[in-house]
Structures are given as C-alpha cells and as structure tokens.
C-alpha cells in the first residue's frame, strides 16, 4: 500500500487530482481497518491521510450555523458541552456509535461518505438539515445531505473531492429524538432506526437500515405537518410503506423493521411517557 501525508487540505486535494481520484480518503479508517484482513484488492492501493489536517478538526460557529471539520471525531463533539447542548440528538447518536475507541478515531464526515445505510450519525445529521461541503481543486460545492445519496454506496461526491465541513443550521427544536434498534445500545449495527426533529422549519424524520440509503420519510413528514390523525402505530403504516423500503438480511426481516419502526416512532412522538 501506499500513503500520502498532506501538509494542509490545499495540498490534500492537489494530491488527491494528481491520483485522477484514485486516492482513498482516510481519515479515522474505523471501517477500513475492521475488515482490512479480509479486504486484499485494499492492500495494493494509494490511501490519502487526512488524520493530521488541523483545518480539518476544527469545530467552528458562525451566527447561523455549527460547522464540524471532515475530520472532527465523534469525540470530540461529546467532550464539548457546547455543542451537545444546542444538538443533543449528536450526542445520543455519538454514545452509540461504537466504544470509545471507535468514537476516538470515527469521524463524522466518514460516517457519511462511507455511505452505509445502517450509519447512525448520518440520521442525526440529517434530520439536523446538515449540509455537506465539498472542495477539490476545481473549487467549492455544497449539497444538503437529504440529497447527498444517490443509491447504495452511491452518493453525489465525485472522486476528486473532499469533505471539508458538514454544516448545521442553528434552530430551536421542540421535539429532537434519535432511536436505535439492535442487540445491545452499541457496539452493534443497527437494524432500525430513526432521528426526528421538529423547528420552525417543519417535521424532519429520518430512517436508516429500511432502505438502500439513509433518508428522509418525506410522507411521514406531510402527515405530521398536515396534523393527521395518528392514534395507534397502525395509522403510521401506510406512510412507512412509501417512505421506506426495506429487506429481508441477516439483522432482520422487512416486516419486523417496518412494524418497529411505527411502534417506536409513534412513541417517541405520541405516547404520554415520552
């Protein structure tokens, strides 16, 4: 294998266009390195380290919004009060993203380019109306993280890009919840989940491992702002079965996540003992 070590994200992007985008990424590597012995067409390939860009670890505020660098951990943001206190749903997400070791090195910009539906920080960021910021040597692009996936695995960054910030608009939520479903809290993919928040803006609701990507319940939504009326799980379905479309795999059947998810998402939202 072959590293590169960029002094600064100029030169990160340099190296990354003189690779014709070949280059792979790599900034906490979690996911790479869990399956790194069994990932041999890995072995020979050209990986660019971002884990030392300081540009990149910084959490920054502006008046309208909180921007976590493409190389802020998990980490980091739940040892800094600030930030957990205007978006507590990344803190519940960061505490179950693995163990601390986990949390350590992942980071949240490669929970989203690692693309998997199952990923529990990207629901958060989501329902947060996250957007990502791109940068190549071509210049600047911005792209709400609601239209970042394009299918599986697939997503609107182009290999000679980067992830430079995921930004969040500051709001007051009245309604801010992050469920995930599986064996045990962490240390575990999920087999369902969901954020759901609420603001000026509208209903956010948010669901990862019930389709081929994490994505919005645009259907969900309308009916939460529409005021319809929602008196048992049940009245959820319909909505669900448009929203989302998951599958029978080794984690669970389609019928159990679609049929947890109205359950719990109608506690979360509806049940008194909320």
């Known amino acids: 294998m072959t590293m590169l070590f960029p002094s600064d994200l100029e030169e990160a992007c340099e190296m990354l266009a003189a690779s014709d985008g070949k280059a792979v990424p790599l900034a906490g590597g979690t996911d ?6 069994q990932r041999f067409e890995d072995h020979g390939r050209t990986f660019l380290d971002l884990s030392q860009l300081a540009e990149l ?3 920054r505020w502006s008046d309208s919004a909180l921007i976590l660098g493409g190389g802020v951990t998990y980490w ?19 505490r179950q993203v693995g163990a601390v070791q986990i949390q350590a090195r992942g980071t949240w910009a490669g929970n989203i380019v690692n693309a998997s ?5 990207v629901p958060v960021l989501m329902a947060y109306d996250a957007v990502v910021e791109l940068v190549s040597t071509q210049g600047e692009e911005e792209i709400p993280l609601s239209e970042f996936y394009l299918g599986y695995k697939q997503m609107r960054r182009r290999p000679n890009q980067l992830v430079r910030a995921v930004r969040l608009p500051r709001r007051r939520h009245d309604v801010e919840v992050f469920e995930k479903i599986g064996p045990r ?12 928040t609420h603001s000026a803006a ?10 081929p990507t994490v994505c919005r319940c645009r259907t969900l939504e309308g009916m939460l702002e529409h005021g319809s009326p929602i008196r048992r799980p049940e009245d959820l379905m319909p909505a669900i079965r448009q929203d989302v479309s998951p599958i029978d795999d080794i984690r669970s059947t389609a019928q159990y996540r679609q049929k947890v998810f109205s359950r719990t998402l109608f506690h979360a939202l509806f049940s008194d003992e909320k």
């Open 32 to 37: 790479l390195l869990v399956h790194w012995p």
């Open 57 to 59: 670890r910084a959490i």
């Open 76 to 94: 980091q943001t739940l040892g800094d009060r600030a930030v957990c206190d205007a978006f507590p749903l990344l803190e519940k997400a960061g």
């Open 117 to 121: 539906p199952a990923a529990d920080g």
């Open 185 to 196: 809290r962490a240390q575990a993919i999920t087999k369902l989940g969901f954020a759901a």
């Open 202 to 211: 509208g209903w956010r609701v948010v669901a990862n491992s019930m389709a």
